[in-house]
């Protein structure tokens, strides 16, 4: 049993210590025209990683929100916000701010 363990692990464990996702640190910026970027274009099956600063107060995104992901995060101005968003699949993901007034999408083709 013991040799049937070790050799599965050794199999398997190996196999996923192979695999390689790639990862995309996007920036995005609030400023008083809303996000900026507000269009960004992924390839399905990358780990995507927001990097969000509000940059002005003049604006009422003081949170992000991505529905698909249930994301609801404060931005606090000039401090970085980490949104890690996982694997994208092909498709369309909207981010607004948390009156969903403010938005963008990030496209997944």
């Known amino acids: ?41 992924v390839k399905p099956g990358t780990h995507v990683v927001l990097k969000v600063t509000r940059i002005t107060d003049d604006t009422c995104a003081t949170q992000i929100q ?7 995060m404060k931005l606090d101005k000039d401090i970085e916000a980490t949104v890690d968003l996982g694997i994208i699949k092909k498709g369309d993901i909207r981010f607004a701010c948390g009156m969903d007034m403010i938005s963008g999408h990030i496209v997944a083709e």
């Open 66 to 72: 991505i529905k698909e992901k249930k994301i609801k």
């Open 1 to 41: 049993m013991k040799q049937f363990l070790l050799a599965t692990f050794l199999t398997f464990g190996l196999q996923f210590a192979g695999a390689k996702e790639d990862l995309q640190n996007i920036s995005l910026k609030v400023t008083d025209k809303g996000f900026e970027p507000s269009e960004i274009k």
